[in-house]
């Protein structure tokens, strides 16, 4: 084969090869597109329709096949008719809020982690008796769930202080980093009940500060393990100069380390909304009439099209309007993050 | 002393430091005078750094006290030292103006608006900075950011200054006038400075007294003068000096230092087997082979400019020599060197220190 390329035919062999390599990646990746972006444009062309497109076969194009209207848009946005406004506003406030305080924790975890040294043997203590406290308030409790939590609990932190010595590695900074990561390896439906009849004991079902609270902690670990590289390494140079011009940690934190990494640090707030926003299985159990967010609504809309099949036809559009509602602020966010990466990595590290 | 505060004295009071397994510093004894400038002067790796650090609180010592004035300091946290330091980095704070930057000391102490844009105003006045304080670091050149940091680090007035090769990350020409800013800066205030660098001319011109560590061990705290003229080691006689000192090794016979191609006459006496002289190339000659105590021949000649540096092999050493301008040989030629005894050294080669 190698000596054909040596030829006249042989370089324009290669040149054709060139040309047709690239061509093939051109439309597959151009068929993959369409593949991934077709049931967004679907939607959103649908919840552009009246009532007589729908049900009359596919029109793909507006002003070509069809008028669009805004009949659909104009009747979610309308609280009077359904709930998509406040649904939406339960969403954001929820999100923003389980952000902030994510970040906020995760960020102070990771600058108490990698800054402090933490000493084994009195953890191990402080542990074994939070567990007697635990084990106490097990038996207060008169609901099983909560009951069966709490022994798990105490077990766990029993596990973890009989497996302290003075030397070797038990939970020294990196145990505990590695301690909330497998927190998120549990699957959220497995405590799902558990976390129900918790905020249905404390009164607080249905209310948004469970939602907030339980995103929270699910989220934690993903967002210290997010900001880790961000600003997990030593102290910086202008951390150190702070330390010697007199400031507090708690001011170096907020005054000095957050505006130096404050791209990267967006960046994961937007991808931990993303996270909140999307959630779907707290929000359906641990939420009902007031609070409920947009997935579970979203989802609920749906079954109640389906069940009324061949009746008005109207309703598929507003459903596209309303997932389109849901969609848009994941794409917005996304290119936020992407945006704040990017000049991350093109300025490199700021002075 | 012009601002009528009178400097603070600094000790290292049998200070160790180990990471690990790892031995960085060997009880450093160290006494800094008030408002003296002391240079830390080493090698990477030397503990230089690190004995830095751990005077400003940075880092803690494994064993040995800390005194700033007469106050243990070994386990205060950094802020409540007194002390302010000036990075190799700069380490400016980059979301904020030159101005917030030099005020940041004066802030976070809660000193009132007024005093402290008085206060930084002063401050930059003194390093030229007073048209830039609205800018932003990274709109200012090396030179510009480090004058920032210096500023930020006079402002509070604290009882010793700390730098940490400051003039490192700057071109040549301007190392050479910030230095003599500095020198000045610090004589017009008066404050203890500790100054760390591994460049000697740095340390000859800016200090008072400079402390060499190798390896963690202080090798001699003297003046320049005394330091380069009175080396107390083989170490220190080769680590100061360009080109540096040149060094034989023979042995040493009542005051005869004698080798395959030297027999000298030396200043000292002692019976070492194993010794080295060593001799500056400003103070030889070269000379005609029989007239030198030690014979070699001519390996090169460097025309310097104001002078010629010779390069001539004795045995297995290479032995250079500051000659006149004009001089010239070719190599291969047999030659000589000469010199007076007053500046001669004799070291004992076991242990590198000066035989007196």
Redo the contacts between chains.
Sequence with gaps: MMQHLATASGVRFRKMRVILSDVLTYVVLGLWTIVCLFPLYWVAVTSLKGEPEIMQGPFFLPFVDFTPSGIAWRYILDPVNDQLPMRFFNSTLIGLASTLLTVLIGGLAVYGLTRFRYTVAWMGFLLILLAVALASCAFVVSAVGLQVFFAAAVGLLLLMAAGFKDHGPALRNGGILVAMLATRILPPVVVVLPIYTMAQHMGLLDTRLVLILTYTASNLPIAVWLLVPVFGKTATDQEEAAQLDGASHIEIFFTILLPMVAASVSAVGLLVFILCWNEYLFAAYLSSTSTMTLPPWVMGQMSIKEAQVGGDGQEWAQLSAAIIFMVVPVLACIALAQRFLRRTFLWGRLL | MANGKPGVQVSFDKIQKSFGAVRVLEELNLQVEPGEFLVLLGASGSGKTTALRIL???ETATAGRVLIGDRDVTSI???YRD???V?Q???????KTVAENIG??LK??KIPLADREVAVRDAAAQVQLDQLLHRY??ELSGGQ?QRVALA?AIVRRPSVFLMDEPLSNLDAKLRGHMRAELKHMQQTLGITTIYVTHDQIEAMTLARRVAILERGVLQQLATPAEIYNNPANLFVAQFIGSPPMNVVRGALEGKTFLSNDAKVTVSVGGRIAKAVLGFRPEDCSVVATAKGAIRGEIYTTELIGDHTLVTLKAGSDMLTVKAAKDFTATPGEKAGVAFNSSHLYVFDESNGQRVR
């Design positions: 400003s609180g940075l946290l950094p802020k002390i302010s330091m990075f980095s700069y380490a400016l704070y980059p979301h940041f000391p976070v102490r670091p990274r950011r930020r």
